[in-house]
C-alpha cells in the first residue's frame, strides 16, 4: 500500500473518531435533558417548597456534622443528594445547622424544632456544644424543643438533653459509654510474617507508630491519654447534667453501680433512662405523632403532623445563588479539614500545594484584610504542614492578620499550620498539642527469604539499593533518626518562637503529647477560648474593621466544572426526597472504618516520609 493510501486512511479514522465521540457526546448530553426535564413534569409539585404556618421544623441530622465537605465530582452529588437523603455517610455543614436553629428562632411560621437525630452518625465535641447552644439560643424565643428517638447515641443524647420534651421509645436504648482510646496493635503479626518495623520519632509521648512496635498501650501513652480523655469526658458530663437539672455524678461509670440501677429497671433499658431522668417520658411513634399533631395540627394527607424538613427549610433560607460581589472588607475564611498531605488535595483533605494557593489567593485580594485560618486536622505531612505554615506568614508580611481557629482537632501537624497565627482560638474540647514528628517504614527482607526470594546487586553509592527489600544500614538508620531530630528541633523552635516561650519549656510540653483546649489555654498553646464566630471577630479587630463581610476563600471552579455543577444541580433539586437508603449495617460500618484507616496511611505523601499526625485524634 502506498504512503498516501496510509495517510488518507489514517486521516478517515481519525475523523471517524471525533465523529463517533461528538455523537456519543451529543446524545448523552440530549439524554441527560431530557431525563431532567421528565423529573421536572413529574415532580413539579415536589418542587414548590414552602414553610406551613405554624408548623414544626424536623432537624433530621443524618450523617456527620463536618465543617467542610468532601469534594466530589458534580455527577456523585448529585447521586448522593438524589439517593442517599437519609445515608449515615453524608456530611452536614455545621454552619448551616447553626443557620437553620437561628433563623427558625425568628420564623414566625415555625411553632416547634423538632429533633430527629437518628441517624447523626458523627460529631466532635465542639460542634456539638455550638449546636446545643443554638439550641438555648432558640428556646429564648418560648418555642419548645422536642427530641425524638427509638435510641440515642452519646453524641445523638448531647443535643437531646437540650430538648424541652425529651422521648425515648418504650422498646428503645441508651447508654453513657464514655471516651476511651483502644488502638490495635500489630507488633506479634509482624513478627510472624517476619517483617522489620524501622522507627524514628522524638518524644516521650508520640504513640502514633506504637501499633507497630508494641502488642500494648505504652504507660506513657496511657497516662497523656487518661489526662485528656477524662478532662473531654467532664465537660460532656457538666453540659448534659445541666441541661438535664441532674448531678454530674448521675452518671453511672462503674459497671457495679450500673447494675444495681438496671435491676432496679426490671432489665429494662428504657425504663432506666426515665427512672434515673435521662428522658421525660417513654412514648411510642404514634403517641409522639399525636402530640405533635395536637400542637400544630395535621400535614395535607393528614398522617402526620405539620412540618417542614431540615433539607427543605434551608434550601429556603440559604439558596444556591451566585455570590454577588460588594465592596466591603472582608474577612476571609480558609478553611484547613482533613489529614495533612503533599500536592494538590480535593476539599476533606488538605494539600500543601491547593491550601497554600487559598492563602496566596486570600493575600492577593485586596478586599480581604484579614484571615481566619478554620483547621480541623489530626496532621500528616510535616513538609505540606510548613509549605502552608509559610503562606500564613506571608500574609502577616502583607499587612493581613491571621487568626487560627480550632475545631474537633488541631494536633501535630495541624498545629503546626496554626502555630504562627497572630491569634489561636480553641474550643473547650479541641484536641490540640501533639508537637512531635515521627518516621517509620517496614522491610520485608526476612519475609522474602522465607519465600526464596532475594536482592542482590551493585550501585556507586551507600544509598543505591535502599528500600524495603534489603537490610537497613544502621549508618542510613542514624541518618534518618538525626533528620527526625532536627525536624523536631524546628517544630519546637516554631513554637517557642511564635509563642514567646523558650525551647526548654515548649519541649516540656511537647514531646508528642496531646492536651484538649482548656488545658492547651492554661500551657499557653492557644491564647483564647471560643469558636468560629469568635475568631472572625477577632480577626476584624485585628484588622481594625468595624463593617465588614465574611468571605470563604474557595478554589474557582473550571467552566466545566460549572457547566455540570449547574446541570446536576437542578436535576438534585427536582430529585430531592424521591428515594431513601436503608441504614448501614455494623458490619459494614466496622469494614468502612477499617477501609478508611487504611486509605489514610497509603494516602501519605510526605517527600521525606516524616510526619507529624496525631493517632489519638478520633474517638
Known amino acids: 500500500m502506498s504512503s498516501g493510501s496510509s495517510w488518507t486512511k489514517s486521516l478517515f479514522v481519525g475523523l471517524w473518531s471525533i465523529l463517533n465521540f461528538s455523537r456519543k457526546l451529543f446524545f448523552n448530553l440530549i439524554f441527560i435533558l431530557l431525563f431532567i426535564g421528565f423529573l421536572s413534569i413529574l415532580m413539579k409539585d415536589n418542587n414548590k417548597i414552602i414553610v406551613p404556618n405554624d408548623s414544626a421544623l424536623v432537624l433530621k441530622l443524618a450523617g456527620s456534622i463536618v465543617i467542610e465537605k468532601r469534594g466530589v465530582d458534580p455527577f456523585e452529588e448529585f447521586m448522593q443528594e438524589a439517593f442517599e437523603n437519609d445515608n449515615q455517610d453524608n456530611e452536614i455543614l455545621l454552619q448551616d445547622v447553626l443557620l437553620t436553629i437561628e433563623n427558625a428562632k425568628q ?23 455550638q449546636i446545643s447552644q443554638a439550641l438555648e439560643n432558640f428556646k429564648e424565643s418560648g418555642k419548645p424543643v422536642y427530641a425524638i428517638g427509638d435510641n440515642y447515641s452519646q453524641n445523638q443524647y448531647y443535643l437531646a438533653s437540650h430538648a424541652d420534651h425529651l422521648y425515648l421509645n418504650p422498646m428503645g436504648f441508651m447508654l453513657f459509654e464514655g471516651y476511651g482510646r483502644f488502638p490495635t496493635y500489630y507488633k506479634s503479626a509482624l513478627e510472624k510474617i517476619k517483617a522489620q518495623t524501622h522507627v524514628f520519632k522524638v518524644g516521650t509521648y508520640k504513640s502514633a507508630i506504637e501499633p507497630y512496635i508494641r502488642d500494648d498501650m505504652s504507660e506513657a501513652a496511657k497516662e497523656a491519654n487518661q489526662a485528656w480523655l477524662s478532662a473531654m469526658w467532664t465537660q460532656y458530663k457538666n453540659n448534659v447534667a445541666k441541661a438535664r437539672n441532674l448531678s454530674p455524678l448521675n452518671f453511672d461509670e462503674k459497671l457495679e453501680d450500673f447494675m444495681v440501677k438496671f435491676e432496679q429497671a426490671g432489665g429494662d433499658f428504657a425504663q432506666y433512662a426515665l427512672q434515673n431522668g435521662w428522658v421525660d417520658a417513654l412514648k411510642t411513634r404514634d403517641e409522639v405523632r ?26 429556603i433560607i440559604s439558596p444556591s445563588l451566585p455570590h454577588l460581589p460588594n465592596d466591603m ?11 495533612i498531605l503533599n500536592g494538590i488535595q480535593k476539599p476533606g483533605d488538605i494539600g500543601g500545594d491547593s491550601t497554600a494557593e487559598l492563602l ?31 503562606e ?6 502583607a499587612g493581613k492578620p491571621v487568626v487560627a481557629v480550632m475545631s474537633t482537632y488541631a494536633a501535630s501537624g495541624g498545629y503546626w499550620i496554626s502555630a504562627g497565627a497572630d491569634q489561636i482560638w480553641a474550643a473547650p474540647s479541641t484536641i490540640t498539642g501533639s508537637i512531635g514528628i515521627f518516621g517509620m517504614f517496614l522491610t520485608f527482607e526476612n519475609t522474602l527469604d522465607y519465600l526464596g526470594v532475594h536482592t542482590d546487586g551493585v550501585g556507586t553509592t551507600d544509598f543505591a539499593g535502599f528500600g524495603i527489600t534489603r537490610t537497613l544500614d544502621p549508618r542510613m538508620g542514624q541518618i534518618l533518626q538525626r533528620g527526625i531530630e532536627h525536624g523536631y528541633d524546628q517544630f519546637i523552635s516554631l513554637v517557642a518562637d511564635k509563642r514567646d516561650m523558650s525551647k526548654e519549656h515548649v519541649d516540656t510540653i511537647a514531646q508528642g503529647r496531646v492536651w484538649i483546649g482548656e488545658t492547651a489555654k492554661e500551657l499557653g498553646l492557644v491564647d483564647e477560648i471560643g469558636y468560629l464566630e469568635d475568631g472572625i471577630k477577632a480577626a476584624a479587630q485585628l484588622a481594625s474593621l468595624e463593617r465588614y463581610d465574611t468571605q470563604y476563600i474557595q478554589r474557582s471552579l473550571s467552566s466545566r466544572e460549572m457547566f455540570w455543577k449547574e446541570l446536576f444541580g437542578q436535576a438534585t433539586v427536582l430529585m430531592d426526597g424521591a428515594f431513601k437508603t436503608k441504614t448501614q449495617s455494623p458490619f459494614m460500618a466496622f469494614v468502612k472504618e477499617l477501609t478508611v484507616d487504611i486509605d489514610t496511611a497509603a ?14 485524634c478520633s474517638l
Open 360 to 390: 496566596v489567593k486570600a493575600r492577593l485580594d485586596d478586599s480581604v484584610k484579614s484571615v481566619v485560618l478554620y483547621v480541623d486536622s489530626p496532621g500528616g505531612s510535616a513538609f505540606a504542614s510548613e509549605i502552608i505554615r509559610q
Open 329 to 339: 472588607d472582608k474577612v476571609g475564611i480558609v478553611v484547613a479539614k482533613g489529614t
Open 603 to 616: 494516602k501519605f505523601n510526605d517527600p521525606m516520609g516524616v510526619y507529624s499526625f496525631c493517632l489519638e
Open 392 to 397: 500564613v506568614e506571608n500574609l502577616q508580611k
Open 290 to 315: 399525636q402530640e405533635l399533631i395536637d400542637l400544630v395540627g395535621t400535614n395535607e394527607s393528614g398522617m402526620s403532623f405539620k412540618q417542614i424538613s431540615y433539607r427543605n427549610y434551608l434550601k
Open 107 to 129: 420564623d414566625n411560621r415555625i411553632k416547634v424544632l423538632v429533633l430527629d437525630l437518628q441517624q447523626l452518625s458523627g460529631a466532635g465535641l465542639d460542634k456539638l456544644e
